[in-house]
């Protein structure tokens, strides 16, 4: 046996476990287990067509290899994104560190509150540096960010009698290019009318209802837009600003020239350019709006003490959860940059920030007057970090090439060069003699930063980040600590296994994980040339390729950066597709009751009438409803939105009749591949004859949930839809009939792409054939064992599970207990709870994947049976075990006990626990208390000196 294969490092059971575990289950042999698991006819006859894995040291060579290939040039390209320096304390602590990377979304408030205080770092910063009130907890990319932006005030149309019918929304000129074509992308769908302007001949009127301005502009340019925005506003017409983050720390922020939203991205706060992200997108708005805001937004509360504790706020509106009413479909965001970008301003602080700010733009100053010495002529007439300059741009880029430069081409005639933070002296004389060499003069180094500031007009005079955590933790030491006392009060896998149903929580490996660290990678500009990212377009292909090989497709986009977004664009290549049939009218999307919230979200954001279709008494898609609509609606049929296996944990043995009766009736076939964990090697979505699918490389294929993203939620898709794959408007991507851009960078989130390639380079096509078998035997023990005393709902026909089951909790409720009880009670007993009432209320789902050990299930099963028994003996009484959990170190150690149990059974009830006792630092949260006293940012520093 090759000891050094990854495959044994990242399955947890030994094959010395596997006799005992099909025991328990009831099955002879694992080929046995997984034959009557899934059905006959959609199995796979042949491995998977890709390679035999790599070793763990055979991959960090070869990537190595692959990372000597991207050239690290200077990229001073701009256009939203730059180059940024991450502190070491944050890349050690934060980037590098499975406690921060490896939870998940802060679901369960007790043991998420250290994220959850590091997200409303964020927020609050976010609100300081815009001037806004309320902020959320990040969003995928700015260009996204500034789509939600149009459709959250084409939402709030209905709130004004004039604009009811009011589609158009003005977009300036000088918007990102990319930006704009996301906006398009997004606004079709709706009916939104995008009209690309010039702000400064904009004639205000009725007809419009929103406007979108970006600040500074895209070449520099930084315009004073108070009249705008005064003008506009008396026109009922609402404004977003695209507003780039570090330039606000100098800039008059938005919210005090009146913008109703303001978006951006926090990139340059610290987070790796990683050649196009991912990286934190932001959305700050004002009060007013706070039940429109997509996404997630981070609150104060207090627990069951009356202790401050935080947790989403207004979480069961989450906009998804509103299905077909929602007006955003992102559930996954980006968390841990977002993390990262807030930790980026606790180290530096205000001063710090101010010292970057200027020194970036003293930087340009300086320049500038260089290049005016050369005889260069400097358009911009107040700027920030950003110089559009009067060249030979084709005789420029030849040198600039030369040097390892890279400026961007904006016409023949000129050139555009923004700077960053890590831009030094060297690196400006480097520039100067470019411009030096292409004008034949001789080159006069710049020796000093001349401290004289060019904006004009729109100084930012406010004071921001005056609250004590961005005026605390400046030394490595306290910002290590800091860091820590955080990380300490999260349970993530490092911890114990987290079991979340349609989550996939498995291991994200360290040699994964590590070239993400690597300059070669990190530090590639998303538009810099093709041929300077040799290294990334092998990766990237490959990738698209392996995909292509797992899913039985012929074409993958990875631009989609979340799952949500891959199901946005898979439904619009379906109607690219449709169109060019001559069917575009065919709009109405099938979806079964038991979907995720983003499918019927995506759906009408797509453009879709959502029809749902029912789910018979196992848990199974009631075909002949299928059947009664998709004929019903035969001439409007689009699309079946189907999870494979399904919601509720089963592979379905009629999906092939269902895929079939769509496509009869004229419709396309979309698989939501969340649950992919379970077909990878066996079966796939070609074979269940789906036409398109999106992957959740952050469930399936090993990329860490960082809290709550990043992801990356890729598209696959049969031949005839492979043209419409989706483009960008800088750097080609997509197919020959491309739709536009589905988010801001051609290759999506391209630095953690890296992850999966690394997982399905290492495992093969044997590893990961048995990773899913593994997959199914784990969740399969785990069913075996809990059914003695739990009732597990929908099997399949041979009363199996696949990857994942519904554990009912609902009789308890005649004991007087909760879902929630148990979900909190494991706490008490280390672990994180499963999913909680989805896809059915009042059930958990268990989904614990290949990677964990049988000795790891056993703890969880033994967890599980004891809280049973827990029930079965309550006295009758509020004051028990369950209904206080879950146990603060606080609450137990008090002088005072007066409950009818003991502290010993409180807080160690069975015996693996005192080896490993995790303390929640908050006790059982109230959300209700925090969404009726909406607190949304780090208190103000008063209240720390009133203390
Ligand atoms: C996770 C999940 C999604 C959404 O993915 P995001 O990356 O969070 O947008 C969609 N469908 C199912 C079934 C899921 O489990």
């Not at 046995?32 to 894995?53: A, F, S």
């Not at 979806?591 to 009438?609: D, E, Q, Y």
């Not at 809990?786 to 994942?804: M, P, Q, V």
């Not at 929640?920 to 009726?932: C, E, I, L, T, Y």
């Amino acid at each position: 046996m090759k000891t050094d294969s990854f495959a044994l490092r990242h399955i947890g059971p030994r094959a010395t476990d596997i006799d005992q575990m099909l025991k328990t289950i009831g099955a002879d042999s694992i080929d046995q287990l997984i034959y009557e698991t899934l059905p006959d006819g959609i199995r796979l006859k042949d491995d998977l067509d890709l390679p035999e894995g790599l070793s763990e040291s055979e991959y960090t060579s070869h990537i190595l290899q692959l990372a000597a290939k991207n050239k690290l040039y200077k990229s001073y390209i701009g256009l939203g994104y730059h180059e940024a320096f991450t502190p070491s304390v944050i890349k050690r602590n934060i980037l590098e560190n499975p406690g921060w990377y490896t939870a998940y979304t802060p679901y369960q408030a007790e043991i998420a509150q250290g994220r959850l205080e590091a997200l409303l770092n964020f927020q609050t910063m976010i609100c300081d540096l815009t001037g806004m009130e309320l902020a959320n907890a990040s969003l995928l990319d700015e260009s996204t960010a500034a789509a939600e932006a149009m459709t959250m005030l084409h939402s709030l149309r209905s709130r004004d009698q004039k604009k009811q019918d009011v589609n158009k929304f003005f977009v300036s000129e000088e918007i990102l290019p990319q930006t704009l074509a996301v906006l398009n992308t997004k606004a079709k769908p709706l009916g939104i009318e995008v009209e690309v302007g010039d702000h400064r001949t904009f004639e205000f009127s009725e007809t419009y209802y929103g406007a979108l301005l970006q600040y500074p502009a895209k070449y520099g340019e930084v315009f004073n837009y108070e009249d705008f925005v005064a003008n506009a506003n008396a026109a009922g017409i609402k404004v977003a600003v695209a507003a780039d983050i570090l330039s606000l720390v100098v800039l008059t922020p938005p919210g005090e020239f009146g913008a109703d939203v303001v978006v951006g991205t926090t990139q340059r706060f610290g987070i790796p350019l990683g050649y196009g992200g991912p990286h934190a997108g932001y959305f700050a708005t004002k009060e007013e709006y706070k039940r429109n805001i997509p996404g997630r937004i981070i609150g104060v509360s207090k627990d069951k003490d009356g202790n401050r504790a935080l947790r989403m706020a207004l979480q069961t509106r989450e906009q998804h959860i509103k299905r077909d009413k929602a007006t955003s479909n992102i559930c996954t965001a980006q968390v841990l940059l977002a993390v990262m970008a807030g930790m980026y301003a606790v180290y530096h602080g205000p001063e710090g920030l101010k010292y970057i700010a200027n020194k970036v733009h003293f930087s340009a100053a300086t320049l500038e007057q260089k290049l005016k010495e050369l005889g260069y002529e400097q358009v911009n007439k107040s700027y920030f970090d950003t110089l559009l300059v009067k060249a030979d741009a084709a005789k420029i880029q030849v040198i600039a090439q030369a040097n390892e430069v890279n400026f961007l081409s904006v016409d023949e005639n000129h050139v555009a060069l923004s700077l960053n933070e890590a831009t030094n002296i060297d690196d400006l004389n480097v520039i100067v003699k470019i411009f030096a060499e292409a004008a034949g003069k001789e080159f006069d180094p710049i020796t000093v930063l001349s401290a004289t500031s060019t904006i004009n007009g729109t100084k930012r005079t406010s004071a921001f980040l005056q609250e004590a955590v961005f005026n605390s933790y400046h030394s490595e030491t306290e910002m290590m600590r800091y860091i820590r006392k955080l990380e300490r009060k999260d349970l993530s896998l490092n911890h114990s296994m987290i079991s979340l149903g349609s989550c996939t929580m498995k291991l994200n490996a360290a040699t994964e994980m590590l070239p993400l660290s690597m300059a070669q990678w990190a530090n590639i500009h998303p538009f810099a040339p093709v041929d300077q990212a040799e290294g990334y377009q092998t990766v990237l292909k490959t990738l698209e390729q392996q995909l292509n090989v797992i899913t039985g497709f012929a074409g993958t986009s990875l631009q989609p950066n979340s799952g949500a977004q891959g199901e946005y664009a898979g439904l619009m290549t379906i109607q690219a597709y449709l169109e060019s049939k001559g069917e575009g009218h065919r709009n109405i999307c099938l979806i079964p009751a038991s979907a995720h919230g983003t499918n019927p979200a995506s759906a009408v954001l797509a453009g879709m009438k959502v029809v749902v279709t029912k789910t018979d008494e196992k848990g199974n898609i009631d075909v002949e409803d299928v059947r009664e609509k998709a004929e019903k609606y035969k001439d409007s049929l689009a699309a079946l939105m189907v999870t494979y296996p399904s919601t509720h944990g089963v592979f379905e043995s009629s999906i092939k009749e269902i895929t079939q009766i769509i496509h009869d009736n004229g419709g396309q076939v979309y698989m939501d591949g969340a649950n992919m964990n379970a077909q990878v090697g066996l079966t796939n979505p070609a074979t269940i004859g789906a036409d398109v699918c999106h992957l959740n490389l952050h469930k399936t294929f090993a990329i860490p949930h960082g809290g709550g993203g990043p992801g990356v939620g890729p598209i696959c898709v049969a031949e005839h839809l492979v043209e419409f794959l989706p483009s960008n408007p800088v750097i080609k991507t997509g197919g020959t009939n491309a739709i536009e851009a589905i988010s801001a960078a051609p290759w999506g989130s391209a630095l953690v792409c890296l992850i999966s390639y690394g997982y399905i380079k290492m495992l093969g096509a044997q590893g990961l054939k048995q990773s899913t078998i593994h997959a199914i035997l784990n969740a399969n023990y785990i069913k075996a064992r809990l059914s003695e005393k739990f009732d597990i709902l929908y099997t399949g026909e041979c009363g199996r599970a696949a990857h994942e089951m519904i554990v009912d909790c609902r009789p308890f409720k005649k004991n007087g207990i909760e879902v929630t009880d148990i979900a909190k009670r494991l706490i008490d007993y280390g672990f994180h709870a499963p999913t909680v009432s989805f896809p059915v209320a009042g059930t958990i789902m268990v989904e614990p994947t290949e990677s964990e050990s049988k000795e790891e299930l056993d703890r969880f099963c033994d967890a599980l049976l004891s809280i049973r028994e827990e029930i079965d003996t309550l006295a009758d009484s509020e004051d028990n075990v369950l209904k206080n959990a879950p146990h603060t170190l606080q609450m137990l150690t008090s002088d005072e006990w007066n409950h009818p149990y003991s502290r010993q059974k409180a807080a160690f009830p069975l015996e693996y626990i005192s080896e490993n006792k995790f303390w929640p630092s908050v006790r059982r949260v109230d959300d209700a208390f925090g969404d009726r006293n909406l607190i949304c940012t780090c208190a103000p520093i008063e209240t720390y000196i009133e203390a």
